[in-house]
């Protein structure tokens, strides 16, 4: 059967479920709309949290940054996860019993100051729809790939999709779906990287198998990796070749920017109990886990199989001719993929064969002088197509690899729903009835949340469609402002009961713009190019990368909100109870009726 | 509102507010010990400590990368279970737990 058939009985299958759910499970009121009628299983809100979570970036690009990079880029593996345990510990529970729709709400009532509510609102916004771009060009990506339709088709047939489960079953549906789409990409993620793990080491636990040993050389994969590629010069793959400071702020600015993204803190409203709060945090790392602990083998095993099949006579040996890439169905993947311009090759000496290795680095300089090579042929090689495809450089069968499609879907559209539910509460819970119209009915509130979604839908389909040029750096933007403004103001207003509204408005500006401004100073203004004054390379403060930045911003936060607070007045009285109140669990049954 | 609700059974009686104290100061120690732990599987093992216990070998490489690709996600997952059910313990025998 044809390959774009299988992939279309995939993608399809998975598009029913999802409609099919969306019809099953709609919003019959805002408790359905904003939080699922608090009625969501801890385990069932931890798998929707999973998929909420593991966006394009984790399924499509992580084991790719792993695989080109090494042990350095272990960052992205602690930083995603360690944030859960920041919010199962710091958040997730007391927010619950705050009982609540929105993050904004929280932050408005404990600092008694609809400025910092609306602060809040604005923070949120600019970090959804940032993030939101990212997932909508990642399904035109997947679609343009496996379905041979061309990108904009494929993106508005996953906005048309999102419409019907987000804007009809609000929380409710997105919450079913998404459940429903953690299997689909949990054993897209897994299935292609057992088989991977049993060709290569005979394990079929990804996560022992990188472990453990190579079988075809007898050595210890990972050893196996680290001759191959310094062989061909380029650093050593278990080893530390960054500087460790940056290591260490990089993956606390991606910790504290996870526990702060509100898609993900919102996904903790829907659970009946405080208790339950605090069990699904550790469900949702459960399912996340299972993709994380299988990306570092799948990122190492990809690495060593393009590296092997660059270089079949041994990395001493010749290389790969092209009559081989041309005609070996083994290597019938590279001219698949070399049609979507994220992967190319050019025999720059004319001899027939590509030769893959780094030209920068001067012991290999001296061995292509003498064997008469011209620079590293593969010119090209975009970290993103590794997971995709994978499967094919493994050889795989078929059904594989209309799977892995599904699930790179899946993965993209989960997110996109999360935080367009995110920006939608926003606007009609925070905007509409806090500000506008706080008499607004029950009735009227919903069909508010509603028109917000499907606006929402179409302002991220039209950024999706025309990507402002730094799609791929409005990530690091994202969290950097989810750590320096939402989480701090959340932790204080939990942990501390002096920290007051003019505290809590000055600390969330100030870590907001200082980390923008140093974004902007390293990246551009507004990402224009070359209006920077600084790059990552040579950073404007000691090492400390624009990426980097939350974790400092976060402290600024901290700082401000605390001087702020010691030198204006004390918190009323009835704020220290709500806080109080917000601590223990006792009573937040109570808060499902209000 | 949650919050009268909740203060209406609380009030006028001293003993709960001194065991609500004592609930949350258990509370924060045991935050406070559970990112102690956080901290040294991921910044120190994984990261800092790294050098330190390159002698101990795991499946081709050393333990500060194991802890750095495998053992930080594993323990964060320990600690996050044990918090909800030390923290559930500690709300039933302080009394402060959902009926």
Request: hydrophobic share 50%.
């Amino acid at each position: 059967m044809d390959q774009t058939v299988i992939n279309i009985i995939f993608v399809g299958g998975s598009f029913a479920l999802y409609i099919g759910i969306a019809i099953w499970a709609r919003a019959g009121s805002t408790s359905d709309f904003y939080a699922a009628g608090r009625g969501v299983h801890p385990i069932t809100n931890g798998m929707a949290t999973a998929a909420d979570w593991m966006s394009a970036a984790s399924f499509i690009s992580m084991a790719g940054l792993i695989a080109f990079t090494g042990y350095d880029n272990s960052t992205y593996l602690m930083g995603w996860t360690g944030g859960y345990v920041l919010l199962a510990l710091l958040l997730a529970p007391y927010l619950r019993k705050f009982g609540k729709y929105t993050v904004s709400e929280f932050i408005g009532d404990r600092f008694y100051s609809p400025t910092a509510r609306l602060v809040a609102v604005i923070c949120l916004i600019i970090a959804s729809l940032t993030y939101v771009i990212g997932q909508m060009t990642g399904v035109g990506v997947a679609f343009g790939r496996f379905l041979e339709v061309d990108s904009t088709t494929g993106l508005l047939l996953g906005a048309v999709i999102v419409f019907a489960y987000a804007v009809f079953g609000g929380m409710k549906g997105v919450t079913y779906t998404q459940v429903a789409q953690y299997v689909v990409l949990i054993f897209a993620y897994t299935i292609p990287a057992v088989f991977i793990s049993l060709q290569l080491t005979g394990n079929p636990i990804p996560g022992l198998g990188l472990f453990g040993e190579h079988q075809a050389s007898g050595e210890p994969l990972l050893q196996r990796l680290d001759q191959i590629v310094t062989d061909l010069g380029f650093n050593e793959y278990t080893a530390h070749n960054g500087d460790t400071f940056n290591m260490l702020l990089f993956t606390l600015s991606l910790m504290i920017g996870t526990a702060g993204l509100p898609h993900v803190i919102m996904r903790f409203f829907t659970v009946p109990r405080v208790a339950d709060a605090r069990w699904s945090a550790g469900w949702a790392l459960v399912f996340i886990a299972l993709l994380y602990l299988t990306a570092p083998a799948v990122g190492a095993m990809a690495r060593l199989n393009i590296t092997e099949l660059f270089w079949p006579n041994g990395t001493d040996g010749e290389a790969v001719a092209i009559e081989t890439i041309e005609n070996d169905p083994a290597y019938d993947w590279m001219p698949t993929w070399q049609q979507t311009g994220l992967l190319g090759w050019e025999d720059k000496n004319g001899d027939g064969r590509i030769q893959y290795y780094n030209d920068a680095s001067e012991g290999m300089q001296a061995r292509a002088a003498e064997a008469g090579w011209s620079g590293n042929e593969l010119t090209n090689f975009n970290n993103d197509i590794l997971v995709l495809a994978n499967p094919e450089i493994a050889n795989l069968p078929g059904w594989v690899i209309g799977l892995v499609a599904a699930g790179g879907i899946a993965a993209a559209l989960s997110t996109a729903a999360g935080l367009l539910l995110a920006i939608s509460s926003a606007v009609s819970h925070d905007l509409i009835k806090g500000r506008f119209a706080p008499n607004i009915s029950e009735k009227g509130e919903l069909l508010s949340a509603r028109i917000a979604m499907a606006v929402a839908i179409a302002v991220a389909t039209y950024l999706g469609l025309n990507p402002p040029g730094f799609a791929a750096q409005t990530v690091a933007l994202a969290f950097g402002l989810a750590a320096a403004s939402i989480f701090p103001v959340l932790m204080m207003g939990i942990f501390s009961t002096t920290i007051n509204n003019r505290g809590a408005v000055a600390g969330m500006l100030s870590g907001l713009i200082v980390t923008l401004v140093y974004i902007f100073l390293h990246k551009g203004w507004f990402f224009i190019p070359d209006t920077n004054s600084f790059t990552d390379a040579d950073p404007l403060l000691y090492t400390i990368k624009s990426t980097s930045f939350g974790a400092v911003g976060a402290v600024i936060n901290f700082a401000v909100a605390y001087f702020v607070s010691k030198s204006t007045g004390p918190v009323p009285q009835d704020i220290r109870e709500l806080v109080e109140s917000v601590r223990v669990p006792r009573g937040a049954g109570t808060a499902q009726s209000h | 509102m949650v919050d009268h609700t909740q203060h209406s059974s609380a009030r006028g009686s001293t003993r709960v507010t001194t065991d609500g104290k004592a609930y949350w100061k258990a509370n924060v120690r045991l935050i406070i010990i559970s990112l102690i732990i956080w901290a040294i599987v991921s910044f120190g093992f994984g990261i800092l400590l790294r050098p330190l216990v390159s002698g101990i070998g795991v499946g081709g490489s050393d333990l500060g990368f194991w802890f750095a690709q495998q053992g930080s996600i594993l323990v964060f997952l320990v600690l996050i279970f044990f918090y909800a059910w030390r923290m559930n313990s500690l709300d039933r025998k302080f009394g402060v737990d959902e009926e």
